[in-house]
């Protein structure tokens, strides 16, 4: 009787072993390694065996919290790489900064421009690069949230020479619609090479052309102070003025013509006309062009020609 009462105490203990294992502890270990797998960023429980209700409610629960994680980590990456792709295509040089001034994001134009050889990341932009503009454009901006702008040359080595780079900076502050405290910046480089370069050939060509006017000018000038100092009573020297001053208006006009002739090249409305040109004639136009700085000089030019 003893040992039936034993048999049957043991069949009892180990029916309830099983039923708490399959029915508790499994399902407990079950939603412990479904947490595991959570933490480490593993998204997929699918098939959580779950015994008792409360686990049950538990698992839908886990589930529902893995599907949230999941939809915002693909939105993220969505984001991320939407966010890559504009800053990939974009012409202008962009890099973003924390509040600590630390580089957090850059992309290839900056890369490009300055010829980075280094990461920037988690650098100051003095560190990367040698400015302290920027880097106090980059302060100011966090500090009172408004945008600062400004302009820097840079020589930039092209194999066997050295470029001069010119660049517009803007830093813009990143501030959160519900803060009044910038968190980041963003700083924006914009190559404007081309328009200093073409500022300069503006300047030039201003110059120049004043002196091609002015040239003329001083010559019509001179005589017309010749022929009021008395040598208009002289009749040969007179004439002789007169056609001086008489070919340098024309030549005044050719030069009208020929800015004329430029600005319709500028909006492409003249094409280019091709023509075989008397070199000698030439030659002599440009020596008699020269002539009142060859006279004061003492110079004298000498023309051998076919």
């Given amino acids: 009787m003893t040992f039936f009462i034993l ?3 043991i069949l009892i203990l180990a029916g309830a072993a099983v039923v708490y294992y399959r029915r508790i502890h499994l399902p407990y270990w079950e939603m412990r390694q479904a947490l595991h797998r ?15 209700p409360s686990f049950r ?19 993220i990456a969505d984001e991320g790489f939407n966010l890559r792709a504009i800053l990939s295509s974009m012409i202008e040089g962009v890099l973003i900064v924390d509040a600590n001034q630390r580089i957090r994001l850059v992309n290839q134009s900056v890369e490009r421009m300055f010829g980075l050889t280094q990461s920037p990341i988690n650098r100051t932009a003095i560190e990367v690069f ?11 901006t966090l500090e009172n949230g408004e945008p600062q702008t400004l302009e820097l040359g840079f020589e930039k080595r092209q194999e066997d020479r050295v470029e001069q780079r010119y660049f517009e900076v803007s830093a813009m502050a990143l501030m959160p619609a519900s803060s009044t405290k910038a968190i980041g910046a963003v700083v924006v480089f914009h190559d404007i090479t081309e328009v200093k370069n073409l500022e300069t050939v503006r300047k030039e060509f201003v110059a120049n052309v004043s002196h091609e006017f002015r040239t003329p000018l001083s010559i019509i000038n001179g005589y017309i102070e ?10 040969p020297m007179a004439e002789k003025a007169l056609r001086v001053m008489n070919k340098h208006t024309q030549r005044m006009n050719l030069l009208i013509d020929d800015l004329l002739t430029i600005s319709k090249l500028e909006y492409r409305a003249t094409p280019l006309t091709f023509q075989r040109v008397d070199l000698r004639e030439v030659l002599d136009h440009a020596i008699e062009q020269l002539e009142p700085a060859v006279r004061e000089s003492g110079s004298v030019i000498d023309i051998t020609f076919p």
């Fill in 226 to 235: 010749t022929l009021l100092d008395g040598a208009i009573e002289d009749l």
């Fill in 57 to 75: 409610n538990t698992a839908g629960d886990i589930q529902k919290i893995s599907d949230l994680l999941r939809e915002q980590v693909q939105q």
């Fill in 38 to 52: 959570l933490a480490n960023r593993d998204f997929s429980l699918i098939g959580l065996g779950m015994a008792l």
């Fill in 130 to 140: 040698r400015r302290h503009e920027i880097q106090q454009a980059i302060l100011r």
């Fill in 7 to 9: 048999c049957s105490a």
